[in-house]
């Protein structure tokens, strides 16, 4: 069983940065899609960004491509979600997403919540104006 722990959430102003982090536990990421994906109150899950962690090229929605990051840390078994020049519809709650299931020779990733069979509990980023 794999347990995702996101952190680093928090309110920041309006042009500033955060990084969320994303730790897994029970089990090494390999061969897994990867998924960033934010609820913003009243909204639907939307897709942040995401990568295969067997290779392939990281994706971005269009809104976040440009001021957003997603690296990884393979001895730490961690993903992150660097987020720069803020906007206040940036404010959701963030949530990191595994796709254990899909084949190991899979290279793209999963823009819609389904196919993600781990999610973490979520954390909170606010950006003031």
């Known amino acids: 069983q794999v347990q995702l722990v996101e952190s680093g959430g928090g309110l920041v102003q309006a042009g500033g940065s955060l990084r969320l982090s994303c730790a897994a536990s029970?089990?090494?990421?390999?061969?897994?899609?990867m998924g960033w994906f934010r609820q913003a109150p009243g909204k639907e899950r939307e897709f942040v960004g995401g990568?295969?962690?067997?290779?392939?090229?990281?994706y971005y929605a269009d809104s976040v491509k440009g001021r957003f990051t997603i690296s990884r840390d393979d001895a730490r078994n961690t993903v992150y979600l660097e987020m720069n020049s803020l906007k206040p519809e940036d404010t959701a709650v963030y949530y990191c997403a595994a796709d254990s299931r899909s084949s190991r020779f899979f290279r793209g990733v999963h823009t819609t919540t389904s196919p993600y069979n781990y999610w973490g509990q979520g954390t909170q980023v606010t950006v003031s104006s």
């Open positions: 990568f295969s962690w067997s290779g392939g090229v990281t």
């Open positions: 029970g089990r090494t990421f390999n061969n897994y899609v």
